[in-house]
């Protein structure tokens, strides 16, 4: 049976709703999942939602509303954030499906049978904002560093994973490149961030609450449930029918290929996730990589602040196929950085407008002004234009392969920049007074051009690429043809047309 590749998003808390850092993830991970099927590879990709916990619990009382009720709405705003954005996921996973919890309470229960949880007394720190327990060394000037509020102390007898067992293992595991078991976790230094903190120490960890209303019950304790983010973590796996008969869907997806994730929930997917794997006998997932924060206007987000982009005005302002340029073009995915409408605005007008909407205006004008959109030609391979595609190619290929979006991104417009700085060489409207055979050939240079453009931001900018194949006559939707890079059928046989303006400018 050929594995297929399987790609997730973190599961989103649904105490509220969807805002841009859901967007970012989802997609970058959108992108990752349609630049594999353009590599013909058959993809699965998963994201959904995390619905348990006290956080969920508060804000159905708050909304006059039982829980269920309150994650149904809730969940509908995200589906629909989805697809307004182009979102093309495989499955949504939504932790209160009954599936889901079947599959927690045979993964908890088979973690009890083989004696690696057990229950004591716990005495430490709790943070209610993100619902997990917190140590001294955690928090910075006495509060949680990402809510800044001091956390509560926390006394109550649960059932605890035998975590610190498994860290020399961990550490070998992650540190040995060719050890079985070995599992990427990207960018480099957050691989370097979890063995130092695997390096200080390990401790065993609680994984159930007493008697929290709205959560899993664990199976074999009725007086205890299980703590949310165990719960949700198994979602990668009770997604593809984990515990059920056959499990087939699962032993053809499992493991994954690559978990994509933000950084401050990477512990839990490269420490606890992967140690719970271990406990219950299970491969491990192939890749992590984690992206960075980023601030609004140099500003962390906040309803206090009033600086919260929500997707749907990124999408009122800008369209859905631009919104996703804009995301992933704001700076090196994986590292932190900044966002702000201002610069979005200005990278708009420069990339899309002038560059990428430009080329393909121009040169489509003049296919049909000059040749009436019909070219004769078989072949452009003894020039400097496809050897600049071929560059291209090879460097977009590493760019994937090191999960680079910003850089592929770069890649096409630069690409899209030599094509237009090569039509201003060689002025096809001078050409049309002086020499035919050149000026088609130089149209039909650049419409090639174009043409691995529009395969290219396909991931990115699916609409756009749809409508730049139209445009080029070609008759096969372009997710059927985009397999065939680099050997793109030649434009012999098609009439262009005039393209429409793609990306009005913005004043």
């Known amino acids: 049976m050929k594995k297929r590749y399987y790609i997730t998003t973190p599961i989103y808390y649904v105490n509220d709703l969807p805002h841009i850092g859901h967007t970012y993830t989802t997609v970058a991970a959108d992108v990752l999942s349609r630049w594999a099927k353009?590599?013909?590879?058959?993809?699965?990709?998963?994201?959904?939602?995390?619905?348990?916990?006290?956080?969920?619990?508060?804000?159905?009382?708050?909304?006059?509303?039982?829980?269920?009720?309150?994650?149904?709405?809730?969940?509908?705003?995200?589906?629909?954030?989805?697809?307004?954005?182009?979102?093309?996921?495989?499955?949504?996973?939504?932790?209160?499906?009954?599936?889901?919890q079947a599959a927690v309470e045979k993964f908890i229960t088979h973690l009890h049978e083989k004696n690696e949880i057990y229950k004591s007394k716990y005495d430490g720190l709790y943070c209610m904002g993100c619902e997990k327990f917190l140590t001294q060394t955690d928090l910075v000037e006495g509060c949680c560093p990402d809510h800044k509020t001091v956390p509560s102390v926390h006394s109550e007898e649960n059932y605890f994973f035998r975590l610190s067992k498994y860290r020399e293992k961990l550490i070998e595991i992650i540190s040995d490149n060719n050890h079985p078991q070995h599992f990427d976790i990207l960018p480099e230094e957050r691989r370097n961030e979890i063995l130092g903190k695997l390096k200080i120490g390990l401790e065993d960890i609680s994984i159930s609450?007493?008697?929290?209303?709205?959560?899993?019950?664990?199976?074999?304790?009725?007086?205890?449930?299980?703590?949310?983010?165990?719960?949700?973590?198994?979602?990668?796996?009770?997604?593809?029918?984990?515990?059920?008969?056959?499990?087939?869907?699962?032993?053809?997806?499992?493991?994954?290929?690559?978990?994509?994730?933000?950084?401050?929930?990477?512990?839990?997917?490269?420490?606890?996730?992967?140690?719970?794997?271990?406990?219950?006998?299970?491969?491990?997932?192939?890749?992590?990589?984690?992206?960075?924060?980023?601030?609004?206007?140099?500003?962390?987000?906040?309803?206090?602040?009033?600086?919260?982009?929500?997707?749907?005005?990124?999408?009122?302002?800008?369209?859905?196929?631009?919104?996703?340029?804009?995301?992933?073009?704001?700076?090196?995915?994986?590292?932190?950085?900044?966002?702000n409408l201002a610069a979005f605005k200005g990278k708009y007008n420069a990339h899309l407008a002038n560059n990428i909407g430009n080329l393909i205006s121009r040169v489509t004008n003049m296919a049909v002004k000059y040749f009436s959109g019909k070219f004769a030609l078989q072949t452009t391979r003894t020039n400097e234009f496809m050897e600049e595609?071929?560059?291209?190619?090879?460097?977009?290929?590493?760019?994937?392969?090191?999960?680079?979006?910003?850089?592929?991104?770069?890649?096409?417009?630069?690409?899209?920049?030599?094509?237009?700085?090569?039509?201003?060489?060689?002025?096809?409207?001078?050409?049309?007074?002086?020499?035919?055979?050149?000026?088609?050939?130089?149209?039909?240079?650049s419409l090639m051009a174009i043409k691995y453009i529009a395969v290219l931001i396909n991931p990115f900018m699916p609409e756009t690429s749809r409508k730049i194949w139209k445009t080029l006559d070609e008759q096969d939707d372009i997710k059927n043809v985009t397999a065939k890079i680099p050997a793109i059928i030649p434009l012999t046989g098609r009439e262009i047309a005039k393209s429409q303006i793609l990306f009005p400018k913005i004043i």
């Open 209 to 339: 609450r007493a008697n929290l209303p709205w959560a899993i019950p664990i199976p074999f304790d009725k007086s205890q449930t299980i703590y949310v983010w165990i719960d949700a973590l198994i979602n990668y796996i009770s997604a593809l029918g984990y515990g059920e008969a056959g499990q087939e869907e699962f032993n053809e997806l499992w493991p994954a290929d690559l978990h994509l994730l933000a950084k401050d929930i990477l512990w839990f997917h490269t420490v606890i996730w992967p140690a719970m794997l271990l406990a219950n006998g299970l491969p491990l997932p192939k890749k992590v990589f984690a992206h960075g924060f980023f601030t609004v206007s140099g500003q962390k987000m906040s309803k206090t602040i009033g600086n919260v982009i929500k997707p749907g005005e990124l999408i009122q302002a800008f369209g859905a196929d631009a919104s996703r340029f804009l995301l992933l073009n704001s700076f090196p995915f994986g590292a932190d950085g900044d966002m």
């Open 38 to 100: 353009l590599r013909n590879k058959d993809t699965f990709f998963l994201t959904g939602t995390d619905e348990h916990g006290s956080k969920i619990l508060e804000a159905a009382k708050e909304k006059n509303k039982q829980p269920k009720e309150y994650c149904d709405e809730i969940v509908e705003y995200f589906k629909n954030t989805w697809k307004q954005m182009d979102i093309s996921y495989d499955r949504f996973i939504r932790t209160t499906d009954a599936k889901h």
């Open 389 to 445: 595609i071929k560059k291209s190619l090879q460097k977009t290929e590493k760019e994937i392969e090191d999960i680079k979006l910003d850089g592929i991104l770069e890649t096409i417009l630069s690409l899209s920049s030599f094509t237009n700085q090569y039509i201003d060489k060689q002025a096809p409207w001078n050409l049309a007074k002086t020499d035919m055979k050149q000026l088609e050939l130089v149209l039909y240079n």
